[in-house]
């Protein structure tokens, strides 16, 4: 397997995957199951959400194990089922993989905040470490570190995951656009801030998740490369931005009307393009479409 860097090469453009937490609960998971112990439970309806995207054409695929950290765990009791679980993960989209389709292992925030003090630096350190390790040995190719608002938390991770892989390590912020118009994280790092904490943190891929349609990321892509034009950068929107119908909340964006942003953002300067909430494999292949046309 090439690494991603070496695929970018060939490829000047990758297609990433999209959302997988609502066609599990479309599978059947309740709302007081842990999506992650379905690595363990019901391992075919997770294998066929990862299938669904390479299928679509992803030339990457996510794991599982989003809140696969023992401190997300916990709560449901599986908290020393961590390395567990997360080699389950990485295991099920690696078969679903085709050859040349690389896994990334998800490793989502832990919902804790150092700054409160709900827990000390090496409490993430060894949590993120042993989560990583199972995504590791189960057959990821790379450790993507998503979602991330906090730079102290994203750091913690990203040390975590050098110290027990060789393997490229991606890392992701999620941005809101701001009152006064600017785009920050829930805790007030800008995309320059973070950009300049992960190169020196020696990331091999970064870039923005969540948060925003393909519109507000494009802005956000111009404002990383004004820092750096050189590293990777992944974006994973969401399908335009929630609306509440029914009371529920709703992503409006179809395939097409994603997909027709996707030229810009590549403008913009990103090189892995998927999606976030309310994204599936129809936005996924009409993305590939653009992209591989």
Not at 34 to 58: F, M, Q, R
Not at 111 to 122: I, N, P, Q, R, S
Request: hydrophobic share 40%; aromatic share 6%; proline share 4%.
């Amino acid at each position: 397997m090439r690494t991603i860097k070496e695929k970018l090469k060939k490829n000047e453009v990758l297609v990433s995957d999209g959302a997988w937490g609502t066609f599990i609960h479309q599978k059947g998971l309740g709302s007081d199951e842990c999506p992650e112990s379905w690595n363990l439970t019901h391992p075919d309806d997770i294998y066929d959400v990862a299938l669904s995207y390479v299928k679509a054409g992803s030339d990457m695929i996510l794991t599982n194990s989003f809140g696969a950290s023992p401190f997300k765990l916990a709560p449901y009791g599986l908290s020393d089922k961590t390395y567990e679980i997360n080699k389950a993960a990485s295991g099920i989209s690696r078969r679903a993989a085709r050859n040349d389709v690389i896994v990334l292992g998800s490793v989502g925030p832990t919902g804790k905040l150092l700054m409160m003090g709900d827990v000390t630096e090496k409490e993430l350190f060894d949590g993120f470490s042993e989560q990583i390790k199972g995504l590791t040995v189960g057959g990821c190719d790379a450790v993507l570190i998503e979602t991330m608002s906090d730079m102290d938390e994203a750091r913690i991770a990203i040390r975590a995951a050098k110290s027990v892989t060789q393997k490229e390590v991606m890392c992701t912020f999620t941005f809101t656009l701001t009152p006064a118009g600017e785009y920050r994280t829930m805790m007030g790092a800008s995309p320059a801030e973070s950009v300049q904490m992960l190169l020196e943190e020696g990331v091999d891929v970064l870039g923005a998740n969540c948060g925003n349609g393909t519109a507000g990321m494009i802005e956000i892509v111009r404002q990383i490369r004004e820092v750096n034009r050189e590293i990777p950068v992944l974006v994973h929107a969401n399908a335009g931005m929630p609306e509440l119908k029914d009371g529920e909340s709703v992503f409006p964006e179809t395939p097409s009307e994603m997909s027709s942003q996707i030229r810009d953002l590549i403008l913009a300067g990103a090189n892995i393009v998927g999606g976030c909430c309310g994204t599936t494999p129809g936005h996924i292949a009409s993305i590939v479409k653009v992209v591989k046309g």
